[in-house]
């Protein structure tokens, strides 16, 4: 797994020696009304990625930022591995030759006709909302696990997040940081937006939800599920070995050699309900309501069980 993560490991590098050259006013860009961090991403990139030809056994795993994307995509990554041991492409899988920065819009314009040479099955991770993504995605039915995590949480994992990222923009307090976010003012935009947009899929046969919170609590079930929408064809053995190497624990004390001094901010705390140390009654109360107005009615912001995991 280590040799699969050292295109992540020098992306990451770079891009934090490249931010700390910039003015903070130069960190982000906007692409059709969202933001995205100028070291990572680029216009000319997402451009190209409009032509972007899906496979139909592509494995796409999309998340908001802080969804537990990186936890969930090592879980994902682990068993497609163990799944390509049952046929001789195994070998070709672990090329670091061939290996592409896992996340789709991460890179240069060139991209996507050298990822024509990766060998299927292809991981793929994205941050993106659906209506950006490229539409041969949805046309050609790849599948997506979708994860989404209760909001509040989300929002307490990016303050921390981005406040020692440096190509991320940082914020003076935890108020300053709340307005952002609540307005949509963060890298890959509005949460809320995120999950209304993906609403509109959420009966789509090729996409499957699984929730941060749920895969916190039961996590064999959760990988066992995973393993079965992507018919990986994996022997319960096979699938405890995933489970085993994905406790948080264990990925926090490897993330040096997955994510080298990025996993130090990546895997911080892995909880739920961290929301309670930083959030007060007025931003409980803004939270609250603009849940209510936009995701309580609808099948995602159900599946987020915000009664549960966001209610003091």
């Keep these: 797994m280590s040799k699969h993560r050292n295109k992540f490991i020098a992306v990451v590098d770079k891009a934090m020696t490249d931010a700390e050259k910039m003015a903070p006013e130069e960190l982000m860009f906007s692409y059709k009304g969202i933001l995205y961090p100028t070291t990572v991403c680029n216009p000319e990139a997402f451009k ?5 030809e899906a ?19 090592q879980i994902l990554t682990d068993l497609v591995l163990t799944s390509a041991k049952h046929n001789e492409e195994y070998d070709s899988l672990d090329d670091e030759e061939l290996e592409e920065f896992p996340y789709l819009e991460v890179g240069d314009a060139e991209k996507y006709q050298r990822m024509t040479n990766l060998p299927s099955r292809r991981v793929i991770f994205t941050h993106l909302r659906p209506e950006n993504l490229p539409a041969s995605i949805f046309s050609n039915k790849a599948k997506i696990l979708l994860l989404l995590r209760n909001p509040k949480d989300v929002a307490t994992s990016f303050y921390h997040f981005t406040n020692k990222l440096a190509p991320l923009p940082s914020f003076k307090s935890w108020d300053d940081f709340f307005t952002a976010f609540m307005n949509g ?19 789509d046969e090729n996409i499957m939800t699984i929730t941060y919170e749920e895969l916190k609590e039961n996590r064999a079930l959760g990988v066992k599920q995973i393993s079965e929408f992507f018919e990986l064809n994996l022997t319960n053995e096979e699938i405890q070995g995933v489970v085993d190497r994905s406790s948080f ?12 001094a990025f996993g130090n901010v990546l895997f911080r705390k892995g ?18 309501a603009t849940f209510e107005e936009h995701l309580s009615e609808t099948k995602l912001g159900r599946k987020l069980k915000y009664g549960v995991y966001c209610k003091v």
Excluded: C
């Design 271 to 288: 909880g739920v309900s961290d929301w309670k140390s930083l959030f007060t009654e007025d931003h409980n109360r803004e939270m609250d």
């Design 249 to 260: 624990q264990a990925m926090k004390e490897n993330s040096e050699k997955t994510h080298g």
């Design 55 to 73: 496979r139909k056994d592509d494995v796409f795993l999309a998340g908001y930022p802080k969804s537990g994307t990186n936890w969930v995509g």
């Design 48 to 52: 190209a990625l409009e032509s972007f």
């Design 185 to 203: 003012q963060m890298p890959w935009g509005s949460y809320i937006d995120y999950v209304s947009e993906w609403n509109k899929h959420a009966d």
